[in-house]
């Protein structure tokens, strides 16, 4: 009797296990690129969260934060709204980098394959890869743009949840936030101007993503996996070491358009009107009135957060 329950046991646990693999085999490999890609974006996102809230208040120029420097903005993060301050917005960056990463990942196979089978002699080299790296990263931008603008729009305000006005800060550090949330900041912004608002800064994303940053980042990824010996064809701590470095690199040649970008979204915030009309009105008129450093404004955070995620996304 007990050796029929253990093979009936048995039959089960085999059972059980095949119908996962049946269950999970199920899906086209499209979709389980888009999952993978999507859980891995929403992991490496949360990770540096804090990282990213605070580039933002740098980048955007936020009264009382841009010339204290990034210690002192997060330590001041921390009084004001406490530790869940460090991720306001993630929210809308989950909910983005989902679809986001996903879209990224997949349509490249997608686009090089199609451009391979349609365009032979341009041949397997890099170029091909710099083409459809940067075709899928502006696909993927204007999937999900609209939750990158709402996202932005949620990290600059700071709210001191404490009540406490000190340093003549009370400008940018209000009792209530002008969004109460991710629903809220769709209405608003629609009111502002219809479907072309949740666009705001769409010119400098696409210029910085499509030419530059996905195409080298993809070039330079390649590229170096090119230069792999076949001994060392499975080591994953080489291809995180790739992924971070061809991140680092194509965000550095585009990070001023990034500061655009996000000082276009976060311009009805700050004036009540748009300042900026376009990427080259806003990269002179920052050069002019700032000067050219802070266009680089929170770059050693940006290389943190590229590091960790590219590193995490390519692995």
Same mark, same amino acid.
């Given at each position: 009797?007990?050796?029929?329950?253990?093979?009936?046991?048995?039959?089960?646990?085999?059972?059980?296990?095949?119908?996962?693999?049946?269950?999970?085999?199920?899906?086209?490999?499209?979709?389980?690129?888009?999952?993978?890609?999507?859980?891995?974006?929403?992991?490496?996102?949360?990770? +540096?969260?804090?990282?990213? !809230?605070?580039?933002?208040?740098?980048?955007?120029?936020?009264?009382?934060?841009?010339?204290?420097?990034?210690?002192? %903005?997060?330590?001041?993060?921390?009084?004001?709204?406490?530790? @869940?301050?460090?991720?306001?917005?993630?929210?809308?960056?989950?909910? @983005?980098?989902?679809?986001?990463?996903?879209?990224?990942?997949?349509?490249?196979?997608?686009? @090089? %394959?199609?451009?391979?089978?349609?365009?032979?002699?341009?041949?397997?080299?890099?170029?091909?890869?710099?083409? &459809?790296?940067?075709?899928?990263?502006?696909?993927?931008?204007?999937?999900?743009?609209?939750?990158?603008?709402?996202?932005?729009?949620?990290?600059?305000?700071?709210?001191? @949840?404490?009540?406490?006005?000190?340093?003549? /800060?009370?400008?940018?550090?209000?009792?209530?936030?002008?969004?109460?949330?991710?629903?809220? +900041?769709?209405?608003? =912004?629609?009111?502002?101007?219809?479907?072309?608002?949740?666009?705001?800064?769409?010119?400098?994303?696409?210029?910085?993503?499509?030419?530059?940053?996905?195409?080298?980042?993809?070039?330079?990824?390649?590229?170096?996996?090119?230069?792999?010996?076949?001994?060392?064809?499975?080591?994953?701590?080489?291809?995180?070491?790739?992924?971070?470095?061809?991140? =680092? /690199?194509? %965000?550095?040649?585009?990070?001023?358009?990034? =500061? +655009?970008?996000?000082?276009?979204?976060?311009?009805?915030?700050?004036?009540?009107?748009? !300042?900026?009309?376009?990427?080259?009105?806003?990269?002179?008129?920052?050069? !002019?009135?700032?000067?050219?450093?802070?266009?680089? &404004?929170?770059?050693?955070?940006?290389?943190?957060? +590229?590091?960790?995620?590219?590193?995490?996304?390519?692995?």
């Amino acid at each position: 009797m007990g050796s029929s329950n253990e093979a009936r046991g048995g039959l089960v646990d085999r059972s059980s296990g095949h119908v996962d693999d049946i269950f999970i085999d199920w899906f086209p490999l499209c979709v389980k690129e888009l999952m993978a890609g999507g859980a891995a974006g929403a992991i490496a996102k949360t990770a +540096v969260a804090p990282l990213e !809230r605070t580039k933002i208040l740098l980048q955007a120029r936020t009264e009382g934060f841009y010339s204290i420097g990034v210690y002192q %903005s997060m330590k001041k993060i921390l009084n004001h709204e406490g530790i @869940r301050g460090l991720y306001k917005g993630n929210t809308a960056t989950i909910i @983005r980098i989902v679809p986001y990463s996903a879209l990224h990942y997949t349509t490249y196979e997608h686009y @090089r %394959s199609w451009i391979l089978q349609n365009y032979p002699t341009f041949g397997t080299g890099p170029l091909i890869d710099l083409v &459809a790296g940067a075709a899928s990263g502006g696909t993927a931008i204007l999937c999900t743009y609209p939750l990158d603008l709402a996202r932005t729009k949620l990290a600059y305000q700071v709210v001191d @949840r404490k009540q406490i006005f000190t340093n003549g /800060f009370r400008s940018c550090i209000h009792s209530r936030p002008a969004y109460d949330g991710l629903q809220d +900041v769709f209405r608003k =912004v629609y009111k502002e101007g219809g479907i072309r608002a949740f666009y705001r800064g769409i010119g400098p994303t696409l210029v910085g993503i499509l030419p530059p940053y996905t195409g080298l980042k993809f070039y330079t990824y390649e590229l170096l996996k090119t230069e792999v010996t076949e001994q060392r064809q499975n080591s994953i701590g080489l291809y995180l070491t790739f992924g971070a470095f061809a991140g =680092v /690199f194509g %965000s550095t040649c585009t990070y001023p358009l990034e =500061v +655009v970008r996000r000082r276009m979204q976060v311009d009805y915030l700050q004036q009540g009107e748009a !300042r900026y009309s376009s990427t080259i009105q806003g990269l002179t008129s920052i050069i !002019r009135n700032q000067g050219w450093r802070q266009l680089y &404004a929170g770059l050693s955070l940006n290389y943190m957060k +590229v590091i960790s995620w590219n590193s995490f996304a390519t692995a």
